[in-house]
């Protein structure tokens, strides 16, 4: 079984090596509304039986780029707590230790 830490001990990881990668702001309040509502745009799909945010497990796409969000530990099926990561650029920290959020974009 994975500890519930490990996807928050390798998001914080990757920001000490990248560091914080700021844009405008746009991405960033976007991906949080997505984070903290259930919006009409964002549906609910079922991965191996849970109900899951489309925005959760698949992105929040603004532009060009498709923005992540990490909910650990509390359920999330972002690309890092699926065990999916490869190299991302981390562009919002939100260390609240309640709900920490945490936003990033993988880099191709």
Request: hydrophobic share 40%; aromatic share 12%; with cysteine.
């Amino acid at each position: 079984m994975k500890s519930a830490k490990a996807p928050v001990l390798c998001l914080f990881l990757l920001w000490l090596c990248v560091g914080p990668a700021y844009s405008s702001p746009d991405p960033i309040h976007t991906v949080i509304s997505y984070a903290d509502h259930l919006l009409p745009s964002d549906t609910i799909v079922d991965i191996d039986g849970m109900p899951v945010k489309n925005s959760n497990y698949y992105g929040v796409p603004v532009g060009r780029s498709v923005y992540y969000y990490c909910l650990a530990p509390h359920a999330c099926f972002c690309p890092v707590c699926r065990g999916e990561l490869g190299v991302a650029r981390i562009l919002f920290i939100e260390p609240s230790q309640d709900e920490p959020l945490v936003i990033y974009t993988l880099i191709k």
